[in-house]
């Protein structure tokens, strides 16, 4: 969708305005990012008149992003501290294409002083603020002594030098428990912990240092009085190279899971006109202490009785920033580019309102049934609906491959109405009607969360998933309903019979007395048979039985990947997709469930023994393989560990047995269900499977 549909954006006055003040400034512009945010920035960048180039890995030539940009230069292997974090490389296509600015969007550099210095050196215009203030607000230490200088309200607590732990301990003991053990360095929630007495704060507090020093390179610490059950809320700030310093309203993202957002919106339904005033200004005192420039992020915690503490300062573009361009009207990005060319802000703080409500959440790539883990695959499906009041910011495409190196976020889905329960139904409709068949996503955990009681009274605290929320159906794995059964056996039936014309007279053909036609399915482990019976073949009426359950249906139009039919006189459309190994992936309320078609399969073992072929879960890397050739191992033992989208996942023999053979090693990139190795079931066991 085009930035001028989208935000309502006028953007022949804000060329106008460049033509009138760019003299010689930067003319192409290099995202140094991938995905979603890469294609936002050079949609905004392409409006205004600008070239685009992308960089991209190995993983990612053929993503959208790529496509979409004027010139690509290759960065390399896929991993990311292999090209997108490496700094020579970047600027190195930058003097390869004649890129004169950079944008980093988020993540990855958007916050290294290092590359912004490397492109002042160069003469490369960084789209963000100065080395100073993007080092001074990476240090909560340094960044709470200046706030706390600047007048902003902070929270009470130590962000002292010192870091003995006996002195850690005292200062612990004087705030008074509960209290926050935050790293100085990073964010995301790492080498932070809540530490309720005394008696835990050692073992805590060695947790978060260890954290913090793998995670950031520095163990330093800060303590902070716990705010219990806040309100997270972020004010968006602006400034320019003249002195102009506004602030666009407030964004709530109280709704997190492990410090990390879920649910972004604004305006908050918690706060008023007042407090919204206070912590705008208190936001722009914020960003003049460090002179800042550009588009930032100050964060707040605020309590019950709307006392609010500053959290920290994100010195670049927000993930949740579409929310803010919504109900301001405000392209910031395009604010972004007109800062970094030396142009004033375009608006006074007395000409930014704020009209109606915008809410986002983000779509990713795992399995919250599984303790979110990410996933990989084949993206077989991917389609949205598109209409007034929804916008779509996803890096993806059908056909693409979801890999294990990045980021699971695929999507960001955002909607705008006139009021907040307005906004709450259309994003509620836009998550029903997204499909991506292929990898599970969180949808139905998303969707759930909007539809919640607590978060449609505007009543979600940073406690929601974890207290209101932790019941819901989507954190349980989730097995076949009678119906899913059902409706995935007739599309193997129906599917079968349209490629084999000999099977499709057949699937349609029928005696005095129709015998059933049997499937046996497994989804998640879990194994069911379903029988399909025509009743009708003229009018292609058939009964499908599941357990205990019998549907009629009636086949009204069968797609590649859509399947339209009648269930009792009810006109119903159901979507699917099929990968090269022939499973099915069928749309669910979770977001896609797969489907083996095992009807042919041989039978297995008694004592519920597995093949034997190990495989790997995922795209993802070999940290070690723990057997050697000849080995005796037993079933549930751990034989490889394979890491993927940062997290370690354990292969384990589904046997007792002696390894055959092993096809890997330690280090080894391997491909989602590529054998690892294969074990030999005992004797005994194969006499069992026999």
């Known amino acids: 969708m085009g930035i001028d549909k989208d935000m309502g954006i006028n953007m022949t006055a804000i060329n106008n305005e460049l033509s009138k003040k760019m003299t010689g400034d930067f003319t192409k512009v290099l995202v140094a990012n991938r995905g979603e945010i890469a294609l936002r920035v050079m949609r905004s960048a392409k409006a205004m008149g600008y070239d685009t180039v992308a960089v991209y890995s190995d993983a990612d030539k053929d993503a959208p992003h790529v496509e979409f940009a004027d010139e690509a230069v290759c960065l390399g292997a896929p991993q990311a501290n292999q090209s997108y974090l490496v700094i020579e490389k970047i600027i190195d296509a930058c003097i390869k294409t004649g890129a004169d600015a950079v944008h980093p969007g988020y993540g990855f550099l958007s916050e290294n002083t290092e590359f912004c210095a490397a492109c002042q050196e160069n003469g490369i215009t960084f789209i963000g603020p100065d080395p100073k203030a993007i080092e001074l607000m990476g240090n909560k230490r340094l960044a709470k002594i200046e706030m706390i200088k600047a007048g902003v309200p902070c929270i009470p607590g130590y962000e002292g030098k010192a870091q003995d732990e006996a002195i850690l301990l005292d200062e612990a003991i004087k705030i008074g428990f509960p209290i926050m053990v935050k790293a100085t360095a990073g964010g995301g929630g790492r080498g932070m912990r809540l530490v309720m007495s005394e008696e835990e704060f050692a073992s805590q507090l060695k947790t978060a240092k260890s954290e913090a020093l793998n995670a950031f390179g520095s163990d330093e610490m800060i303590l902070e009085k716990a705010v219990m059950s806040p309100r997270h809320i972020e004010i968006q700030v602006f400034a320019d190279r003249h002195g102009n310093c506004v602030y666009l309203g407030e964004r709530d993202c109280s709704v997190q899971r492990r410090h990390q957002k879920v649910v972004e919106e604004a305006p908050s339904p918690f706060v008023n006109e007042d407090l919204r005033q206070r912590m705008g200004e208190a936001a722009v005192n914020a960003a003049k202490a460090c002179d800042y420039v550009g588009a930032g992020t100050v964060e ?391």
């Open 300 to 690: 707040f915690l605020t309590d019950d009785a709307g006392n609010f503490y500053f959290l920290e300062m994100n010195t670049r573009l927000q993930v949740e920033h579409p929310v803010t361009e919504l109900v301001t009207g405000v392209d910031l990005v395009a604010w972004q580019l007109m800062v970094a060319a030396g142009i004033q802000l375009p608006l006074a703080q007395k000409d930014i309102s704020m009209n109606g409500h915008a809410m986002e959440v983000r779509l990713y790539a795992e399995d919250p049934a599984l303790g979110f883990m990410p996933q990989t695959g084949d993206i077989l499906s991917w389609s949205y609906r598109e209409d007034s009041g929804l916008r779509m910011d996803a890096g993806i495409k059908q056909g693409q491959v979801v890999s294990p190196y990045y980021d699971p976020m695929l999507a960001k889905v955002i909607a705008h109405g006139a009021t907040r329960d307005e906004a709450r139904r259309k994003l509620m409709t836009s998550l029903k009607n997204l499909e991506l068949l292929g990898v599970r996503s969180n949808r139905g955990f998303l969707f759930n969360i909007v539809k919640h009681p607590v978060f449609a009274q505007g009543g979600a605290t940073t406690s929601f998933i974890e207290n209101d929320f932790a019941n819901d159906a989507t954190l349980s794995p989730h097995s076949l309903t009678n119906e899913q059964q059902a409706l995935s056996a007739w599309i193997l039936y129906l599917t079968s019979a349209l490629k084999n014309p000999q099977a499709g007279e057949r699937a349609f053909w029928r005696n005095s007395n129709p015998a059933p036609t049997w499937f046996d399915l497994e989804s998640s482990s879990e194994k069911h048979s379903v029988a399909i019976t025509v009743i009708k073949a003229a009018s292609q009426q058939f009964t499908v039985q599941a357990q205990d359950s019998v549907f009629d249906y009636s086949l009204i139009e069968l797609q590649e990947q859509k399947l339209v039919y009648s269930d009792s006189g009810i006109k119903k459309t159901i979507r699917f997709a099929f990968n090269q190994e022939g499973d099915l992936y069928l749309s669910s309320h979770e977001g896609c469930v797969c489907v083996l078609d095992k009807t042919h399969a041989p039978a297995a073992a008694l004592n519920g023994a597995g093949s034997g072929l190990i495989k790997a879960s995922m795209d993802g890397g070999i940290i070690d393989v723990l057997v050697e050739e000849g080995a005796t191992v037993e079933k549930g033992q751990t034989l490889v560990i394979l890491e993927a989208m940062k997290m370690e996942h354990a292969m384990k023999a589904d046997m007792n047995g002696v390894v055959k053979s092993i096809m890997v090693s330690k280090g080894d990139q391997v491909k989602g269900r590529q054998l690892l190795l294969e074990v030999e079931g005992t004797e005994q066991e194969q006499l069992e499977t026999a």
